[in-house]
């Protein structure tokens, strides 16, 4: 069942979402962000928001199409070595000589191609999202060691890496957040009005019957995973650009945050259920997280250990949240109704 059908009471299944899990998730965004900014030095100033944005964009491009992958009961765990092949080959290239504007696209191209490679295995021969994932994970990120070796490839033309790393007329707000806005809202269109998001919903909650109504499941995943490829080496593009720097390890165990970003604003794991509002919320919350314990001089050991707390959470809470919903309604069922008799003879 799509997620964008009204529920007997007429308001729509996503709205529903919107106003409980997600609503809770974008709340504690705005708790947490506040209370970082009264408590941690220099949180809340305007050059560290910038940061705050631009760490949380690479996170945020390739949530966007992994949201869809999840919806539909599967997973891309080889998005962050996509992310350090695309940033490989744009550091070889640039060392062949050839120009930043042709660069760019190829490496675009490239991480559609690997998202492509993806896709076959998992909707051609059938085989578990989890399993390949992992596979060509290890596959992508020692193809980049084999492009680039330990080195770093630095130079990049300054206009590019200006542009990535500057603001909109001096304030906080990247330049980078214009585009990143404009898909998320293109995305989210996609995803809650149209029938493709719909085709997605009905994917995630039962393969089989969306088949029979008509709903071309293996294509439309395979097109998931070359949308999610594609987005990965643009955020490889923007992540090589911001740091100057090509290299084989750019984005390790990145694909943990995306991962938990996208289950923590309030996506299934299990498919069929999910907004792109709570995806963001959850993406802006781990990065702010992230950003105040840096600040705090943790360790990328503990962030390591806070994301993988997060990660647990947010399949945890959801499923006990449900199964008590879940247990009062039986109940409700099960409690007798009140006597007409005694009724009538109370207001008597």
Not at 24 to 35: G, M, Y
Not at 101 to 121: C, K, M, Q, R, Y
Not at 253 to 272: D, K, N
């Amino acid at each position: 069942m799509s997620d964008s059908t009204a529920p007997p009471g007429g308001r729509p299944a996503w709205l529903s979402r919107l106003a409980s899990w997600d609503a809770a998730v974008i709340l504690v965004t705005i708790v947490v962000l506040l209370a970082a900014s009264g408590v941690v030095d220099n949180f809340g100033t305007g050059r560290n928001y910038t940061f705050l944005l631009l760490d949380l964009l690479p996170i945020a491009l390739i949530a966007l199409p992994m949201t869809f992958i999840i919806v539909t009961g599967e997973i891309d765990l080889s998005v962050a070595s996509t992310l350090g092949l695309t940033s490989a080959v744009m550091g070889s290239l640039w060392d062949a000589g050839l120009t930043i504007e042709s660069i760019i696209p190829i490496s675009i191209v490239l991480g559609a191609i690997l998202g492509a490679v993806n896709g076959f295995f998992v909707t051609v021969l059938k085989l578990p999202s989890l399993a390949v994932t992992i596979g060509t994970m290890a596959l992508y990120r020692g193809l980049a060691f084999v492009v680039l070796g330990d080195g770093a490839v630095a130079d990049f033309p300054r206009a590019y890496t200006s542009w990535v790393t500057g603001t909109l007329g001096g304030g906080p707000i990247p330049n980078v957040l214009v585009p990143l806005v404009v898909l998320a809202v293109v995305f989210g269109v996609v995803l809650h009005a149209t029938p493709i998001g719909r085709a997605v919903f009905a994917a995630g909650a039962s393969e089989q019957a969306a088949r029979f109504a008509g709903v071309r499941t293996g294509r439309l995943k395979f097109w998931l995973y070359v949308v999610c490829g594609a987005m990965s080496g643009l955020a490889g593009v923007l992540w090589t650009l911001r740091y100057s720097s090509a290299r084989a390890d750019n984005g390790f165990g990145m694909e943990l945050a995306v991962v938990a970003a996208v289950l923590l604003g309030g996506v299934s794991i299990f498919g069929g259920k999910g907004t792109l509002p709570g995806v963001l919320a959850g993406v802006v919350l781990l990065a702010g997280l992230q950003n105040a314990l840096r600040l705090q001089d943790v360790s990328n050991e503990a962030l390591n250990i806070v994301t993988g707390v997060l990660l647990i959470v947010s399949v945890l809470l959801p499923n006990i949240v449900s199964s008590a919903r879940a247990a009062l309604r039986r109940r409700r069922r099960r409690s007798p109704s009140p006597d007409p008799g005694s009724l009538a003879g109370i207001e008597q």
